[in-house]
């Protein structure tokens, strides 16, 4: 599968802001999806994370109850709805996709990664 993240931009502290990952190549539908996010000098940290269904969500603490994650089996595409920004929130995001059943928020979890998109956020 290929994956297509988009949506990243320039905006300030307390403004939402929705990435996209758009997947082509094989059935969107079989994929687990994660969101991992790096800021410079730092290691790819883990955002969010959805079932193959969607029913399920996970989130790392940082991020609860400002990020949501939602699919469009549709479109094949995945979203990071994020909101209230912070400063903090500042790095390249990356969606990724893996074929497993279940929650994944490790990298090495994940077959299958976007180009990532940059979000900036300024205070």
């Known amino acids: ?16 802001l929705r990435l996209s990952c758009a997947a082509s190549g094989r059935t969107f539908s079989i994929y687990a999806m994660g969101w991992f996010r790096q800021a410079p000098g730092k290691e790819r940290e883990f955002v969010g994370a959805s079932t193959r269904s969607g029913g399920s969500t996970a989130y790392v603490d940082s991020v609860k109850g400002r990020f949501t994650i939602s699919r469009d089996s549709a479109k094949s595409t995945v979203y990071l709805q994020m909101n209230s920004l912070k400063p903090e929130d500042t790095a390249v995001y990356y969606c990724a996709a893996t074929r497993g059943l279940a929650l994944y928020d490790t990298p090495a979890a994940y077959d299958y990664w976007g180009q990532g998109t940059l979000v900036t956020v300024s205070s």
Not at 1 to 16: F, I, N, R, T, Y
């Open 1 to 16: 599968v290929q994956l297509q993240a988009s949506g990243g931009g320039l905006v300030q502290a307390g403004d939402s």
